[in-house]
């Protein structure tokens, strides 16, 4: 079908949106200080610290959202509706309201976290942990609600014949039904990363900002707009190319191969 | 991370010097404006209408708020739209021209980033905030005075030091001669604030009138009379102000008696 | 539950009692009795929503019983009333769906070897299994190749290998030939049979098709409704059909009468005389089946007077088909009619929809039985 007129004008709309204000920023990136700026050693951390915190609160995610997906996806009960719903509240919920709730869970003197620090000794905020907690706490709903949405367009059939070949359903989701959705979940979990990688409300009001321990790029950035704007544009310039080079790296290599199967 | 920690000290102290000789410099004309600002507040002054929109630093909210009710009851047919925010993205907001007739800002240096920019006219200092402890209101960090805050079972947060409050927090440190590693750096007093209320650690940094206002939730602890932290706040009318008269009129509501001493209430000091 | 697993398993005998009882927006009852003997190949035949597919997946542990019991050789897989309950996976049977569902992750050789590595047996191991499978039935050539790369009559052939892979103790399929054309349905029901008669346990055989259950099944069990409406050996269910559905599928005039006076008359009105009558004695009543074939009906333009056919009857045509090469007239009664005769005698008849017609039929082609 040749693309209709209508749709051509509003997606060149979108695109150009979503693109003007990332090009526009470049022009605002002092290029001769761009040198400088990368030797401070807060760059490098800050990024390091991203990439690693994102990383790991998307595998996070990822293990624990797949399974809640799947149910979501499978179940019909009244409760479901309830827990999809209570799920998608952080997607709702400004950030720094999330930070604060996580406080009031696993903070010093929350729920989990005063017997967690009063037995070990060890409370969450202001570490890296938090950090992921944090970025976790953000990037599990976009993950559930991606993964789910493509649970839900797999046909049953394939467990039912996994079953009857004498497959257990552990055996099943793990040999059929993963595979088949490989494509939709390293959609989610990249989402997932990406929201994380982003992530700065809930990170500054449950993990503090911390160089080196808990500041993140966006944070990072943020300060830096107090100090030098010129500086946090570059600041963002780094963020924008990691995550367009690694957007494109997985889209290359696992994304189109994996939905061409 | 370090070499950039050694500087920016430098750099503020600097930027606040600079932006002291602004004030001294501007001080003397605006010493004339303030005392006709008094006398048109007792209603001499041209009375003129219109609206006003005032950007100010967050810690103004409940003055200023009370102050433009004032403004308003004093100026019938005039109305006063307030926009708080930190002082560095007021300053942002009205640099790229954002619509305003007063700024208020709780930094001089971010004043003066305006007032180079052409935005404002004439900043004067209204009054100066101080720096205090604060703890939660069980003290788990059994702290009692500066020196405890050095101790390394102590967590402390304190606003970055890209932020005023921060930088007002390492003058705290260096006049106290103290090695403190805070475990967090906070965008804001607020935030600070937040950790410390909900005790996530056992002390923080904070502006005098932040801690009065959070007096339920958390206990001040007064620095000693020696180690004292002074943040100037300075107000100007926009150069870009459609309503310079009317703008003017504010500003000396906020430099006279009325104002001065709804400062002092909320705990502000006087401008030195 | 169950029952220990014996790999040299004999050939075991099913018996199905099942029913599955559906409430809701739309109600559904499933009662029907179904048993096969090992090596007997049992067609489930009836038309589309009449319980066939609930029917296989309830024996298959897909959709639970509401009462009844299933048991497969001296094993019970599901007995609401006693709890018992056997989960698909160790009911081992082999299942050929309508849509083959083989897994499109995994290479032909991987869909063969899948039931094996199931169960434990190690990669490498279930791979050469797969491979010796595959080449037993010719199919070496596409062993590489995903699901997306084969011909819908090797999916069925790759889906029928996969679920015998597990050496399973029944076979079920489920609509085997439904998503195959025309020309590929012939001889791939070929294969079909050779494959299945091949098997050595009891398979069911679920279909719309009464041409496949006629020619792969040794008998026929036709479920409408929720029902089993004849249970009988395919000759039975082409001569005698029990009900109009299964009439219409062997190609026969049918109707339902009772005896009178040395004929039988009929529910719709009109009277048939037939050579031989069931005896009356089978159940008290007089009611009967009677089968007529379209081809042993002659059609006149007149009134046949000096015929030896005993049943004569008038009607006008409704409407005139063309099959193959034969035409055939839907011809209203009463009795109701389909007669076929030949494009010439349309022609030399002069017939067209509407034309007022005579219709005669002897006596000795007029097959009278007892509904069971």
């Not at chain 1, 499978?74 to 709730?101: E, H, I």
């Not at chain 3, 399929?173 to 079909?192: G, K, M, S, V």
Request: with cysteine; aromatic share 6%.
């Amino acid at each position: 079908m040749r693309t209709p007129w209508q749709l051509r004008v509003p997606a060149a709309v979108a695109a150009a949106f979503l693109v003007l204000p990332l090009v526009a920023l470049l022009f605002r990136v002092p290029w001769l200080h761009l040198p400088d700026l990368f030797r401070e050693p807060i760059v490098g951390e800050a990024l390091r610290l991203s990439l690693l915190c994102a990383t790991i609160a998307a595998l996070l995610a990822a293990v624990t959202g797949i399974p809640l997906a799947w149910l979501l996806a499978r179940s019909t009960g009244r409760l479901t509706g309830l827990v999809r719903a209570l799920v998608t509240v952080p997607l709702v919920l400004p950030p720094v309201v999330g930070g604060v709730a996580l406080l009031s869970a696993f903070g010093r003197r929350g729920l989990l976290g005063k017997p967690i620090d009063v037995v070990f000794g060890f409370s969450l905020p202001f570490t890296p942990f938090g950090v992921i907690v944090a970025e976790t706490f953000v990037a599990l709903p976009f993950l559930v609600l991606t993964v789910e949405g493509a649970f839900r367009t797999l046909d049953d059939g394939y467990a039912e014949a996994a079953a009857t070949l004498g497959a257990s359903p552990w055996f099943a989701f793990r040999r059929v039904v993963l595979p088949m959705m490989a494509p939709a979940l390293l959609a989610g979990t990249v989402l997932a990363w990406a929201r994380a990688l982003g992530e700065f409300g809930a990170t500054i009001t449950f993990a503090g900002n911390s160089p080196g321990r808990t500041q993140t790029m966006p944070l990072a950035v943020y300060l830096a707009m107090e100090r030098d704007p010129d500086a946090a544009s570059a600041l963002s310039l780094v963020m924008l190319v990691v995550c367009v080079v690694v957007l494109a790296l997985l889209r290359g290599r696992w994304l189109t191969t994996g939905s061409a199967a | 991370m370090r070499a950039l920690a050694r500087l920016t000290p430098v750099v503020i102290l600097a930027a606040v010097a600079l932006a002291g000789c602004g004030d001294s410099s501007s001080g003397s004309s605006s010493a004339g404006s303030t005392g006709a600002g008094s006398a048109s507040g007792s209603g001499s002054g041209p009375v003129t209408n219109g609206s006003l929109t005032i950007l100010a630093a967050a810690s103004l909210r409940d003055v200023f708020a009370k102050l433009g009710d004032q403004f308003e009851a004093d100026h019938p047919g005039s109305t006063v739209e307030f926009s708080f925010g930190p002082s560095s993205g007021l300053a942002t907001q009205i640099v790229e021209g954002a619509p305003a007739d007063v700024f208020a800002s709780a930094s001089a240096k971010t004043m003066k980033t305006a007032e180079d920019a052409g935005a404002v006219n004439a900043p004067v200092t209204f009054a100066t905030n101080s720096m205090t402890i604060v703890v939660p209101k069980d003290n788990p960090g059994t702290v009692d005075d500066v020196s405890d805050l050095a101790s390394k079972d102590t967590t402390v947060a304190v606003c970055a030091k890209d932020v005023p409050c921060g930088a007002a927090a390492l003058t705290v440190f260096e006049q106290a001669d103290l090695d403190v590693t805070p475990v967090s750096e906070e965008v804001d007093v607020a935030a600070v604030l937040t950790k410390v209320s909900l005790g996530e650690v056992d002390a923080g940094l904070v502006y005098v009138t932040d801690a009065a206002l959070a007096r339920d939730k958390v206990t001040q602890i007064t620095l000693p009379a020696d180690v004292s932290a002074t943040t100037d706040y300075p107000i100007a009318v926009t150069t870009e102000s459609a309503n310079p008269t009317l703008a003017q009129q504010f500003v000396d509501l906020v430099t006279g008696t009325i104002g001065q001493d709804a400062l002092k209430a909320a705990g502000f000091a006087p401008a030195p | 539950m169950g029952a220990a697993r014996s790999d040299a398993a004999d050939p075991v005998a099913l018996d199905a009692r099942v029913e599955v009882v559906h409430q809701g927006a739309r109600p559904f009852a499933l009662q029907a009795h179904v048993a096969a003997g090992p090596g007997e190949v049992v067609a489930v035949l009836g038309p589309n929503g009449a319980g066939k597919t609930t029917l296989l997946r309830a024996i298959a542990g897909l959709t639970p019983l509401s009462g009844g019991r299933i048991r497969l050789g001296d094993r019970t897989l599901d007995d609401p009333a006693l709890g018992t309950w056997v989960v698909p996976e160790q009911r081992r049977l082999g299942v050929v769906f309508q849509d083959h569902r083989l897994f499109p992750t995994m290479s032909v050789r991987e869909n063969v070897a899948f039931p094996a590595r199931a169960r434990g047996m190690r990669h490498g191991a279930a791979l050469a299994n797969a491979d010796a499978q595959l080449a037993h039935f010719g199919l070496t050539e596409i062993a590489d190749r995903r699901p997306a790369r084969i011909s819908g009559g090797q999916a069925q052939r790759v889906a029928l290998v996969r679920a015998l892979a597990s050496k399973p103790d029944l076979l079920l399929l489920d609509e085997p030939l439904a998503a195959l054309d025309a020309q590929r349905r012939d001889t791939t029901r070929a294969e079909l049979r050779a494959f299945v008669s091949a098997f050595a346990g009891p398979a069911l055989l679920v279909t719309h098709d009464p041409l496949d259950a006629l020619l792969l099944a040794g008998r026929i069990v036709v479920i409408e409704a929720g029902r089993v409406t004849q249970d009988a050996d395919p000759a039975t269910i082409a001569r005698r059909p029990a009900t109009a559905y299964v009439a219409r599928l062997a190609g026969l005039n049918h109707y339902r009468g009772r005896v009178s006076r040395g004929g039988i008359e009929l529910d719709g009105g009109g009277r048939l005389v037939a050579v031989d009558l069931p005896a009356q004695s089978s159940s008290g009543s007089r009611e009967v089946l009677i089968a007529l074939a379209p081809s042993a009906i002659t059609v006149h333009t007149t009134r046949p007077d000096h015929g030896s056919a005993r049943n004569v009857w008038a009607g006008r045509v409704r409407g005139i088909q063309q099959i193959a090469d034969r035409a055939r007239l839907d011809v209203a009664g009463p009795p109701d009619a389909l007669v076929d005769v030949t494009p010439a005698a349309i022609l030399d008849l002069g017939l067209t929809p509407g034309s007022a017609v005579w219709l005669s039929a002897k006596a000795t082609e007029v097959t009278a039985y007892t509904a069971e």
